[in-house]
């Protein structure tokens, strides 16, 4: 499985896009790229999944360049409640790891101040 | 249409006893995964049940042990707890064992080993 590298946090203010960058340089041919958002003592979240190229939800953006060996998570116009810690995860299977196994790195933290 | 749920919320043990956390898969789920998070990184596989059976194993030794059962719900149970046992304990469930479909994730059980 590809292994992920991700800043370890990012401080941002309110109102601002964040974007968070993982790198994944071993990325297999059928690895897809999922983020994950958690929230403290809370289980992870999903938040958007891509291939390649660009995919957008009502939530955020994903931008994956033509090499596929890293990504970008973008978060439009972030609010205090969007402080948590993202998880970029690269895996064999549409929506995560390989056969249900999802491999979580150890994140980025996102504070976002007032 | 209740989430994934887990019990208890918070469980504090003594060294060497066994503990048993449950958790009730969301609706139309028949997959159940177990993660443990340690305090400040990711969470990593436990198992995952299908059909009542263990199909995949991360690498976690004997003294942590799963039971599915025909309603889908699940156990995981640790035998003689070690103070570096002391985690979130993530339940995810999902449709189907293969990984295709998103994963759900419980609020988690926090386990403390003293």
């Known amino acids: 499985l590809a292994k992920t590298t991700q800043p370890i946090s990012m401080d941002s203010y309110e109102g601002q896009e964040v974007n968070i960058t993982c790198s994944h340089n071993?990325?297999?041919?059928?690895?897809?790229i999922t983020w994950y958002q958690q929230f403290p003592s809370q289980g992870p979240r999903f938040i958007i999944q891509?291939?390649?190229t660009k995919v957008t939800n009502e939530v955020a953006s994903l931008f994956i360049p033509a090499d596929r060996k890293s990504s970008t998570l973008s978060l439009p116009r972030v609010s205090l409640s969007d402080t948590a810690v993202y998880y970029c995860?690269?895996?064999?299977?549409?929506?995560?790891?390989?056969?249900?196994?999802?491999?979580f790195g150890k994140g980025t933290k996102l504070s976002v101040k007032p | 249409d209740a989430g994934v749920t887990q019990s208890p919320t918070h469980l504090i043990k003594t060294r060497g006893q066994q503990v048993t956390l449950r958790c009730s898969p969301k609706?139309?789920?028949?997959?159940v995964s177990w993660y443990q998070q340690a305090l400040g990184q990711g969470p990593q596989f436990i198992f995952q049940?299908?059909?009542?059976?263990?199909?995949q194993r991360g690498n976690f030794p004997d003294r942590f042990s799963g039971h599915q059962f025909p309603n889908y719900s699940s156990e995981l149970n640790v035998n003689a707890l070690l103070l570096g046992d002391s985690a979130l304990y993530l339940c995810?469930?999902?449709?189907?064992?293969?990984?295709?479909?998103?994963?759900?994730f419980g609020q988690g059980t926090r386990l403390t080993v003293v």
């Open positions: 995810a469930s999902s449709l189907g064992w293969e990984g295709n479909t998103e994963a759900f």
């Open positions: 071993n990325i297999a041919t059928n690895d897809y």
């Open positions: 891509g291939y390649k």
């Open positions: 995860l690269v895996g064999g299977m549409n929506y995560g790891g390989s056969q249900g196994n999802l491999i």
């Open positions: 609706s139309g789920h028949d997959t």
């Open positions: 049940y299908y059909e009542e059976e263990e199909r």
